[in-house]
């Protein structure tokens, strides 16, 4: 998302961030509401989640 090296952009995270909920949501919605890629939100999810900001769920689902 426009970061070197392959890096995910800080502000393409918080866009991500700011698209979850407790309840749970797909992560092809959290890509098509932000007109990216599925990969990239995937990998924005997974940095999300290593950091404590969201939990990856079963099915591609995330929540917050």
């Given at each position: 998302?426009?970061?070197?090296?392959?890096?995910?952009?800080?502000?393409?995270?918080?866009?991500?961030?700011?698209?979850?909920?407790?309840?749970?949501?797909?992560?092809?919605?959290?890509?098509?509401?932000?007109?990216?890629?599925?990969a990239?939100?995937?990998?924005?999810?997974?940095?999300?989640?290593?950091?404590?900001?969201?939990?990856l769920?079963?099915?591609?689902?995330?929540?917050?």
């Amino acid at each position: 998302a426009g970061a070197p090296d392959g890096e995910l952009d800080p502000a393409f995270l918080d866009r991500v961030a700011a698209l979850l909920s407790p309840t749970p949501t797909p992560r092809d919605e959290i890509a098509r509401a932000l007109n990216a890629p599925v990969a990239e939100v995937a990998a924005a999810l997974l940095e999300l989640s290593l950091i404590g900001r969201a939990s990856l769920l079963p099915g591609g689902l995330a929540s917050t």
